[in-house]
């Protein structure tokens, strides 16, 4: 995943309320959009904005039955941007090995 693709998930995780509902997702779903309002001080429609943030995101979808919405999580944007961190991470690790390295050798110079 590059930066450009990363980041609609990182924005739409970026919120605690969007985080809760990825959560209960993760654990709870499919569920519907009345059921993810249930014991949240937010409105069904705000709920449901949210919800519309995930799914712009790629990280969950919906199917209507009857005059209900239910919403699953789609993990695939998650792994991915897991995937992201952990290059990332990486690259960080290299770049701090790099200046250790850079710091031992101009401490302790070699004897001529």
């Known amino acids: ?3 450009p693709d990363a980041a609609p998930v990182f924005a739409a995780l970026g919120d605690e309320m969007r985080l809760r509902l990825v959560a209960r997702l993760g654990s709870d779903g499919p569920l519907s959009t009345a059921r993810l309002t249930l014991g949240t001080q937010v409105t069904r429609q705000g709920i449901t904005k949210h919800l519309e943030v995930l799914a712009d995101a790629g990280l969950a979808h919906s199917i ?3 005059r209900e919405r239910v919403w699953q999580l789609d993990r695939r944007p998650l792994d991915e941007a897991r995937g992201y ?6 690259q960080w ?4 090995t790099r200046l250790k390295s850079t710091l031992e050798t101009d401490t302790n110079p070699t004897p001529q």
């Open 1 to 3: 995943m590059s930066l």
């Open 64 to 66: 209507r039955r009857g």
């Open 85 to 90: 961190l952990d290059d990332l991470s990486h």
């Open 93 to 96: 690790d290299h770049a701090l």
